[in-house]
């Protein structure tokens, strides 16, 4: 278990950190999520001792990470942004390295290394040079790392960033294996990846806590508004007409597209579902629909509303729009490529 | 501390670093020695090994510059800082390494007084009291350079920083001499040193007041005293900075045959206060 308490960190000018406060309970996977530059990784840092705070407590397992710092650290992993390893190393070499670090006896050594190493699937691997591994094994390598020792929880700062999608969803499935012995902490700013993960989310903004509960009742906090867009041949005034007897009809939203064809936005009243009286009110006026879809508002309205005052935000979260769309778990490096350089 | 010095010691060993520095000081020592013993005659080793104390600006940069400046550039200290290690242990563990590499060669040099006793006589309790000097010197130098790479992220800041203040240091006699040495200018001195002491108070702690005080402290308190006696003012800076010369202490033991335990203590002592300044340089850029 890990409490954070008003935790601020300071930087000159710069607020990195605004007053954080939250517990860590054991057992479940958390995510971070929050934009660029909102101050993630400056609280793993501070979480994991490697950052002093301005102010503020973290208390792991009952000790301060300040007065009993090696007490405290021996119960976190920690992978930070980028994984920390040597480069002439070979990898189980290093792997043999972390674990004296951290103190597992010298018996035990073996049987830990071997364990991490067949949890990460790096065990063909063991004789590499660290180099020489393509970014996605160095990232296993650095989680092999984080887990040795067996500590409570484990941290990891943008596990997924750089990779591509078929080791993206490697590692997700690793975590999700981490997970049944360990707490986890994961930080990201792609929500599609938090929201399929993580247990509990905690959004933060500008080094604020804005929200942390879990992804259902999350988007449930949004719930209300839910819309429906429709494409058709049809143009303004006929849709209008069309659709003038449906009174739970909030707001209609118009867009011609260069075909020709309208897509309209209608925006309905709280807890009415009047998908297939629009469906019949097209097809009484033998106007064709050529698609008709319902958008329930996800969590990333959730972040849009509780991060909107940010200019950069909204570039995040289009991101993670961008994201949505190429069917979740499969996105394209390129966009990948992009977030890391936002 | 055990882990780090083994993985130290082992990639000084696979990336050539170690290697090349071994070689670079066996080879110096080499043609010193051969120069010095087998060819002039001389019988002490002591008088080869004064000679080749510029040997240090060139090896201890070398050896030096990759301790902490690598690690801080390739975010390896993060882990080595979130680990359940202290970090006086971290740095300790990475002083050791870098002096027994350096102990490579000084064994190796143990073996030539033997040589020389082959062709003549020899005072082992000379020699080997000079090698002692030589290794004790190179290990404060170390901790000098090993300070300097804590400092920044470029190893070769880390390298042209050492090789710089070691240059200081190995000219240090000479260059005192180029102070001022009458009364005045002693004062002067005195106070502009004391001076740039309460700036980097005033950096540290960042309070107008307190460093005002000591700054009219530091003025008035030598004023008084020049008033009073000012004879006493004579060569003050002079011989306290001479005091200071890490070059003299090898001397003493290689010229003028003197086992001058006060400056073995002084290079460990040196040492000593590097090491903690290194740690403390770490320390604080967890607060910055």
Request: glycine share 4%; aromatic share 10%; with cysteine.
């Amino acid at each position: 278990m890990i409490e954070v308490r008003h935790l601020v960190k300071r930087y000159d000018d710069n607020l990195a950190v605004d007053d954080l406060s939250f517990t860590i309970e054991p057992g479940k996977i958390y995510g971070f999520l929050g934009p660029n530059g909102a101050g993630k990784s400056t609280t793993m840092n501070i979480m994991t001792g490697y950052l002093g705070a301005t102010s503020g407590d973290v208390i792991v397992n009952g000790h301060n990470i300040l007065d009993e710092p090696e007490k405290a650290k021996k119960c976190i992993g920690y992978l930070p942004e980028m994984p920390p390893l040597y480069q002439d190393m070979l990898v189980r070499e290093y792997l043999e390295f972390v674990a004296e670090l951290k103190g597992v006896p010298k018996t035990e050594r073996e049987n830990e290394v071997m364990r991490s190493m067949r949890l990460v699937r790096i065990v063909d691997m063991q004789n590499r040079l660290i180099r020489n591994l393509s970014k996605g094994y160095r990232q296993r390598v650095g989680m092999a790392q984080a887990m040795i020792g067996s500590p409570d929880t484990i941290i990891l700062d943008e596990p997924t960033v750089g990779l591509d999608p078929k080791q993206i969803i490697e590692i997700r499935q690793l975590i999700r294996e981490l997970a049944k012995d360990h707490t986890v902490i994961l930080s990201s700013h792609i929500l599609a990846e938090v929201q399929e993960v993580c247990d509990y989310i905690m959004i933060i903004s500008k080094g604020k806590l804005v929200a942390s509960d879990t992804p259902d009742h999350l988007e449930e906090l949004v719930k209300g508004s839910e819309t429906i867009e429709i494409t058709t041949g049809a143009d303004e005034n006929k849709i209008k007409d069309i659709l003038k007897e449906i009174h739970e009809i909030e707001k209609i939203s118009y867009e011609k597209d260069k075909d020709g064809n309208t897509t309209a936005r209608i925006d309905v009243k709280e807890g009415s579902d009047i998908c297939e009286k629009v469906f019949f009110a097209f097809a009484d006026s033998r106007t064709a629909l050529r698609s008709l879809s319902t958008i329930r508002a996800s969590l990333e309205d959730v972040f849009l509303e509780l991060t909107k005052n940010e200019a950069d935000d909204r570039a995040a979260v289009a991101d993670t729009r961008v994201k949505k769309k190429e069917k979740d778990s499969t996105p394209k490096e390129e966009t990948n490529k992009d977030e890391s350089n936002l | 501390m055990k882990a780090i010095y083994k993985k130290e010691m082992r990639s000084y060993f696979t990336s050539m670093i170690g290697c090349v520095f071994i070689a670079f000081v066996m080879a110096l020592l080499g043609i010193y020695f051969m120069v010095y013993n087998l060819s002039n005659g001389y019988t002490s080793f002591g008088s080869a090994l004064s000679s080749i104390s510029f040997i240090f600006l060139i090896a201890v940069p070398i050896l030096t510059m990759r301790s902490f400046s690598e690690e801080r550039h390739n975010k390896t200290d993060q882990l080595l800082l979130t680990a359940p290690v202290s970090l006086p242990r971290v740095v300790m563990g990475k002083y050791l390494a870098m002096i027994t590499v350096f102990l490579i060669p000084m064994a190796v040099s143990c073996t030539f007084p033997l040589i020389i006793r082959h062709y003549g006589t020899v005072s082992f309790k000379l020699d080997y009291s000079c090698i002692l000097a030589f290794y004790l010197m190179g290990c404060a130098y170390i901790a000098v350079g090993m300070f300097l790479s804590a400092l920044t992220e470029s190893q070769i800041i880390a390298a042209v920083s050492t090789f710089a203040v070691l240059f200081l240091l190995h000219l240090w006699d000479k260059l005192v001499k180029y102070l001022p040495t009458s009364a005045s200018g002693s004062l002067i001195t005195l106070i502009i040193l004391l001076s740039l002491i309460v700036l980097l108070i005033y950096k540290v702690t960042k309070n107008w007041f307190l460093s005002g005080i000591i700054e009219a402290a530091a003025v008035i308190v030598p004023v008084v005293f020049y008033i009073v006696k000012s004879a006493s003012f004579e060569n003050l800076i002079t011989n306290a900075l001479k005091n200071l010369s890490l070059r003299t202490v090898l001397e003493n033991f290689t010229t003028n045959n003197i086992f001058d335990i006060k400056g073995l203590v002084y290079y460990v002592s040196v040492a000593f206060v590097f090491i903690f300044l290194t740690i403390q340089s770490q320390q604080k850029r967890r607060w910055s």
